[in-house]
């Protein structure tokens, strides 16, 4: 970073410069920032489509007994990753430069996706082989989310980073939406290879684009930390870098932050079972085809969308706000199970996207500035397996039902399941139980 000049019209100038630069989007004034980011577009939009098209596949085509239990299989597959793999997340993140590790794990999976696509060519797709790929795909991914979340720091300032997060968790939504779009009606179109196919070519645009951006260094973001240390207090002496806490220690020493983890969990047990339900209600009880998978699919992920841009503007503290977004979203995930009309379905999921976007949002900023910076590498890959931990229980208990109760049934049971969970988040206390410990900013603060 330059040095601002002491000639007060210079000084001015800059300052004009900086909040004209701010009125621009974030993705377009900051160009590493940008490339990035529409990486992490391109890698979840391509695991989402791979699981929402292989899922229907499944369902509608590869499995005619037990459909709701091989459905519920693979996404179980696809969720292990995050949660067995987060103490080598953590220390790879830790140890490897940040844009190696991106790029390695898209380049990885571009390869196990290209290699699916050309085995389907070919004919006789066992079963498992798509189950190995879908397994593959979400390791890359688990390797890739916590690696970006923590590499923020590197690619803005400080007073971006909730505008940042804003657009990190927006990927999320923007993948849902593209990867839904695509998902089912790939498979109807084009089969697992064409399925296959696309995915690698998003994998691989995304490794170049990581490839393309300037991340700042440690050493950089040290030396602006000691500057801005400096310009406050010049006499003070260097601080110690803080050690390094074990994965377990970093929630033990951050009592408010570990009960949201713990509500979020239990809340992600009936959350993410939407991801199991909606085929099997999609052929049971709408009976339709790929493209009203495409249209339930798409309305999720375009509430969460909206909501991902609009969370910060929730009013409340962070545990208020997420308690009435859950509830609204129990109300929403259960009244599918009570009507059963395509347009009520599809407005229900919109509004309970919005809510689990506008929730990632407050929390996952609010946890960039109560987390050490030392932390992040450790905290997000624990984050990650803490909420990962209740998919593939989700995903094998609501499929496995899905063989025996109705998809109308199971819609009830989410709504009804949200409950406890929103009660226990509105509960909380303040991040004063964590005695007041923040991250500390880099480049200066707000």
Same mark, same amino acid.
């Given at each position: ?42 890698? !979840? ?5 791979? !699981? ?119 990927? *999320? ?113 709408? !009976? ?79 946890? &960039? ?14 984050? *990650? ?22 998809? &109308?049934?199971?819609?009830?049971? *989410? ?32």
């Amino acid at each position: 970073m330059t040095t601002p000049s002491v000639a007060a019209p210079e000084a001015e100038t800059g300052a004009e410069a900086s909040i004209a630069g701010r009125r621009a989007p974030l993705i377009l004034r900051n160009r590493a920032f940008g490339a990035v980011w529409l990486g992490q577009v391109l890698t !979840q939009a391509a695991v989402r489509m791979f !699981q929402v098209g292989v899922s229907w596949w499944i369902v509608a085509y590869a499995v005619h007994d037990a459909r709701g239990l091989a459905s519920g299989l693979f996404m179980a597959v696809c969720t292990l990753p995050a949660v067995a793999l987060a103490p080598v997340v953590a220390r790879a993140v830790a140890r490897f430069a940040h844009r190696s590790v991106l790029c390695s794990a898209a380049g990885l999976a571009g390869g196990a996706a290209a290699a699916l696509a050309l085995w389907a060519y070919g004919g006789g797709l066992p079963l498992a082989t798509v189950y190995a790929a879908g397994l593959a795909l979400a390791t890359c991914q688990a390797f890739f989310d916590p690696c970006l979340t923590t590499s923020v720091p590197e690619l803005v300032d400080d007073a971006d980073i909730e505008t940042a997060t804003g657009f990190e968790l927006s990927t *999320q939504s923007l993948a849902g939406l593209g990867g839904a779009l695509l998902g089912a009606l790939a498979v109807d179109r084009a089969g697992v290879a064409g399925l296959a196919a696309g995915c690698a070519a998003a994998y691989l645009g995304a490794a170049l684009l990581v490839a393309s951006a300037r991340f700042r260094t440690a050493s950089s973001l040290s030396a602006a930390a000691a500057t801005a240390t400096a310009s406050t207090a010049p006499d003070a002496p260097p601080a110690a870098a803080p050690p390094r806490r074990t994965l377990r220690r970093i929630l033990g020493e951050l009592p408010y932050v570990r009960r949201i983890l713990v509500c979020f969990a239990v809340a992600n047990l009936f959350t993410t079972a939407v991801f199991v339900v909606i085929p099997l209600y999609t052929r049971s009880v709408l !009976q339709g085809g790929g493209g009203t998978v495409a249209l339930l699919e798409a309305s999720l992920g375009t509430g969460a969308l909206v909501g991902a841009f609009t969370g910060a503007r929730v009013p409340g503290r962070p545990t208020v706000a997420g308690a009435y977004c859950l509830g609204l979203m129990a109300l929403a995930l259960a009244l599918p199970g009570l009507i059963a009309q395509r347009p009520v379905v599809a407005g229900s999921l919109a509004v309970a996207g919005w809510c689990a976007g506008a929730v990632s949002v407050r929390f996952v900023a609010l946890f &960039q500035r109560l987390v050490p910076a030392a932390d992040k590498p450790g905290f997000f890959a624990v984050m *990650q397996a803490v909420l990962g931990a209740s998919l593939p229980v989700a995903s094998l208990v609501f499929g496995t039902a899905g063989d025996v109760l109705s998809p &109308q049934t199971l819609c009830l049971v *989410q709504g009804i399941g949200l409950v406890p969970a929103a009660c226990a988040l509105a509960l909380l206390g303040s991040p004063a139980a964590d005695g007041g410990r923040r991250a500390q900013p880099v480049g200066g603060g707000r």
